[in-house]
């Protein structure tokens, strides 16, 4: 039976292990599900775990006898641990990139040309909680209109600003010159709107946020996808992450629920081509704040809800399930960590049961979709397509 449609779901920071690199990013010792559910020992993924989760390598929840999907993980190649290399390397892309970081904040030789070019001075510029920056210095933004800049573990510069205060337009425009002079060395990974309204103590942020990447360096197989005449539907921070490069369409997420639902909307119209949804409250909420609870209470509201997803899927329909990196919650810091992905495959076509083995890439991924969807391959990886319909699997 042949491929219409992959709906591909990354669960963002959802690692299953630390990479034997790990220790050159100092990640030695973090394995993000191992470390949940010694935790947890309540923590219950019944779904999941139907499907082979549990089968991929020894985690701590017991594996199931015979897994309705096939299951395996993924190793990164690409030099980082990021969203951006995450997901590009999934589609197909080993980028040999590594993006700057500024766990101190910005240095003045990037501060003073961006202060100048906007005619305004900053406020913050330190790596902090967007919910929380926004309660500590937002009175101040409001009265003296300094926009408030800051990143994180992540390579990112975030510009908080009020909607009342600064319009959004203006907020953009703001946004896209800090992407014009984050060139070179200084190619940061996202720039990112972060706007928000209400009142002192009592700020919220908005749904207008807007990303500003770079673009791929090369062809994904997003890209290859759209060359065929098929679809690419987004789900969440999928475009920003691409910089648009080979979406067709895509829906911003609220949270995972939202995306789940965005999800089943776009599996509920009829095309061919892929589903690429990022769920992504895993890190944002959880990973990087390190709440080992809420990273475990979020896992099983995902499991919960996978069973929708299994009933709206087409007999000539794949489901792919992986992570882009880890985020151990039990981890030092609140970086993300380099760990291995899980890979869970199921379909009407695909072999229950087989075992995918270790992916030396991400980028099998993304050849894997390629060959479902008869497409051409990225330029790297190794698909795995045939052997989801084989009579054999891999050791």
Known sequence: ????????????????????????????????????????????????????????????????????????????????????????????????????????????SIMAPFEAAIGRPTLGNYPASGTVIIQDLGEEHQRTGAPIVYTSSDSVFQVAMHEATIPLEEQYRICQIARDLLTGDNAIGRVIARPFIGTPSHYVRTPNRKDYALNPPGATVLNRIRAAGKKVYGVGKIKDIFNGSGISDNTKTKHNDDGIDQTLAWMAQDFSGLIFTNLVDFDMLYGHRRDVVGYGRCLEAFDRRLPEILAALRPDDTLLLTADHGNDPTFRGTDHTREYVPILAYGAGVRPGLNLGTRTSFADIGATIAGLLEVAPPPHGTGFHRELQSAEGVA
């Open 1 to 108: 039976m042949g491929t219409k449609r992959v709906i591909l779901i990354v669960l963002d920071s959802v690692g299953i292990g630390e990479l034997p690199d790990a220790n050159q990013f100092g990640d030695r010792g973090s394995h993000t599900l191992g470390h949940i559910a010694a935790a947890l020992p309540d923590l219950k993924l019944s779904h999941l775990r139907a499907l082979g989760l549990a089968n991929i390598t020894d985690w701590g929840l017991p594996p199931v006898d015979a897994p309705r999907a096939a299951f395996g993980r993924a190793a990164e190649q690409s030099p980082g641990k990021d969203t951006i290399t995450g997901h590009w390397e999934i589609a197909g892309l080993i980028p040999d990139i590594t993006f700057p970081y500024f766990p101190e904040g910005f240095p003045r």
